[in-house]
């Protein structure tokens, strides 16, 4: 009997230990939804705090009607979670902040486009769209290349719209550990979506991690020919004149990647990738396209830490209030009007 009992465990060991080790070392350690993704450990005591207050943003919904303030329509940078570049727009602006919460797959190009077609806008509205998805988003959106041939019949009704999208069931501390022994041996099909450089310089006050870049794998797909410039050029244009057209004063904002501010402090220089904003800004010649890596790499370049979190792929408090910053500037300075937002300076 203690013969089986001595073969059963030395046989269950290499499933028992590493169940062990991620539940005690690694699950409890994973930080930020780069941790999650990676299923890599950070410090438990890193948080970036708020210099400055923020404000409230009020959330609303397709059939809400908005006549004053501003609407912000975006991906998760722009969702208000007390430290987004939306909650400390609100701290400065003397109009109600609105944000047409995202619970569906559309991009924020389609449905400015849905809300814009019902008159539901205020009359200045902020288009926010990560880099990454910059291309998808803008080439995907249903409209033509004028004005006058908007095409709005492929967009989903409302009730589509309003539907909350299901929450997925966590995943078990079985599979959990399975994929994370798999991502640590490279094992083939489950690589990790998650990427690793060194910096030559601390970019973060994360403890052990001053100097690591950790970003998403998708950052560095960059596929675009001439053409294809040209196509979003054309479309991006054609966004502002639809806008223009309506009377509507369009802000569109780019969060510029992670990779993308963070890559010329890569210690290894052979690892320098192009990114697209480089090549599709200058070809949009509007003060209404907001490049939030004008101010970001300033900041970097000036030596400030932490601009976007360590373990995640979002601004921190700093880095998103100086992306307020820089939107609640532009807007004063194209809408003529410097009462529409109190800068502390």
Not at 95 to 102: A, M, R, V, Y
Not at 186 to 211: I, S
Not at 315 to 335: D, N
């Amino acid at each position: 009997m203690r013969k089986f009992i001595c073969k059963t465990l030395l046989y269950a060991l290499p499933i028992i230990l590493p169940i062990v080790v991620y539940a005690i070392c690694i699950s409890p350690h994973i930080h930020g939804d780069l941790g999650k993704l990676g299923q890599y450990t950070f410090s438990d005591d890193y948080v970036v705090k708020p210099s400055q207050k923020t404000g409230k943003v009020n959330n609303v919904n397709y059939n809400d009607t908005i006549r004053g303030g501003i609407l912000v329509i975006g991906d998760s940078f722009s969702q208000p979670n007390g430290n987004s570049y939306t909650n400390f727009l609100a701290a400065l602006s003397t109009n109600e902040i609105f944000n047409l919460h995202s619970e569906w797959g559309n991009s924020p190009f389609e449905r400015f486009l849905f809300v814009a077609k019902r008159q539901l806008v205020p009359k200045i509205v902020i288009i926010e769209t990560v880099e990454r998805s910059l291309s998808y988003r803008l080439l995907s959106t249903p409209f033509a290349l004028s004005p006058q041939e908007m095409i709005y019949a492929s967009i989903v009704d409302t009730v589509l719209h309003n539907k909350h999208s299901k929450q997925t069931n966590g995943k078990s501390l079985l599979s959990e550990t399975s994929m994370w022994v798999k991502r640590c041996i490279n094992y083939p099909g489950f690589e990790n979506p998650v990427r690793y450089a060194t910096l030559h310089k601390p970019m973060f006050n994360c403890e052990g991690d001053e100097n690591s870049l950790y970003y998403y794998e998708h950052d560095l797909k960059y596929a675009y020919s001439r053409d294809t410039l040209a196509l979003m050029t054309a479309k991006m244009d054609s966004l502002f004149a639809f806008a223009k057209a309506h009377d509507i004063h369009l802000y569109v904002l780019i969060a510029e990647d992670k990779y993308d501010l963070y890559q010329t402090y890569i210690a290894d220089t052979a690892h320098w990738e192009k990114t697209l904003l480089e090549d599709f800004c200058p070809l949009v010649q509007t003060p209404y396209l907001i490049n939030s890596k004008d101010t970001l790499a300033q900041m970097a370049a000036a030596g400030v830490k932490d601009i976007y979190y360590c373990n995640d792929t979002h601004w921190s408090p700093i880095g998103a209030e100086a992306v307020a910053m820089q939107v609640a500037k532009r807007i004063m300075e194209l809408e003529g009007d410097t009462t529409l937002f109190c800068l502390p300076y």
